[in-house]
């Protein structure tokens, strides 16, 4: 076999990263409902954004190529 595919998932570290990143877009979002459904969605928000990235699978090949 020339080339396999080693596949992993995103540490915690790594999805607090990208959590931090997204933030200031969240924010921003957020702006845009009224501001008593601000805290519920921010909530929502940030869940489902660490919900996804946890179930990432990262492919990284490895191997010859040919």
Known sequence: MLHT???RTLSDNEIKEIVEKI???I???LLQTTPEHREDLRQHLYEMSIKT????RL?????LFI
């Open 23 to 25: 933030t200031p877009t």
């Open 5 to 7: 595919e080693e596949k």
């Open 27 to 29: 924010e921003y979002g």
């Open 59 to 63: 492919t990284e090949p490895k191997g």
């Open 53 to 56: 990235l946890k179930n990432v």
